[in-house]
């Protein structure tokens, strides 16, 4: 059974930093192209960062130069290093495996809220 | 980018009813790659179709989706009580992905 945990979220100061991770099962995340996307509170979705099986990644412009993907694959791990945060980077973020068959969300985790606040 | 916008914001039906939901982007969606999704409160997102007419697995056959180019619809057939719940369309034909804002399907 595929499974997406997410965890690393909280309460962080305007230009802090935080990483968030994203332990996968029942497939290997090295073999598949694996998104990051967040949700503000009340609002919609947005695609925030990807990493291709290849290992070539890909940002939205608002995260561009501030936050960075990567992957453990001997932990199975999905990561978000997240850097010079800012309030409108409050949001839900999650995880999610893109399909085999296009750039599409087929399983997602639960999600973990960061707050950007002082 | 390809910014896709959704119609209406809210849709007020009761269970039983048919449901149309519209997804319309801003340039041709290459090759039909829309997909749409489900969300509940405080729930993570589901994939419901992709290929703008597949639905995926385990998605019940009342569940539909057509359109091509720039015109996209997601039909319901016969509203369930656990159909109540925000919808969201997906580009994945063009760089970024990019998702449309949400209809909210309630109960009337």
């Known amino acids: 059974e595929v499974q997406l945990v997410e965890s690393g979220g909280g309460l962080v100061q305007p230009g802090g930093s935080l990483r968030l991770s994203c332990a996968a099962s029942?497939?290997?995340?090295?073999?598949?192209?694996m998104s990051w996307v967040r949700q503000a509170p009340g609002k919609g979705l947005e695609w925030v960062s990807v990493?291709?099986?290849?290992?070539?990644?890909y940002y939205g412009d608002s995260v561009k130069g501030r936050f960075s993907i990567s992957r453990d694959n001997s932990k199975n791990t999905l990561f978000l290093q997240m850097n010079s945060l800012r309030t409108d980077d409050t949001a839900v973020y999650y995880c999610?495996?893109?399909?085999?068959?296009?750039?599409?969300?087929?399983?997602w985790g639960q999600g973990t809220l960061v707050t950007v606040s002082s | 980018e390809i910014v896709l916008t959704q119609s209406p914001g809210t849709l007020s039906l009761s269970p039983g009813e048919g449901a149309t939901l519209s997804c319309r982007a801003s340039?041709?969606?290459?090759?039909?790659?829309l997909a749409w999704y489900q969300q509940k409160p405080g729930q993570a997102p589901r994939l419901l179709i992709y290929?703008?007419?597949s639905r995926a697995t385990g998605i019940p056959d009342r569940f539909s989706g057509s359109g091509s180019g720039t015109d996209f619809t997601l039909t319901i057939s016969r509203l369930e009580p656990e159909d109540f719940a925000v919808y969201y369309c997906?580009?994945?034909?063009?760089?970024?992905?990019?998702f449309g804002q949400g209809t909210k399907v309630e109960s009337k």
């Open positions: 999610a495996r893109e399909s085999s068959t296009g750039d599409y969300f087929d399983y």
């Open positions: 029942g497939f290997t995340v090295s073999s598949n192209y």
């Open positions: 990493i291709y099986s290849g290992g070539s990644t």
């Open positions: 340039q041709s969606v290459s090759s039909s790659y």
């Open positions: 290929g703008a007419s």
């Open positions: 997906q580009q994945y034909g063009n760089s970024p992905r990019t």
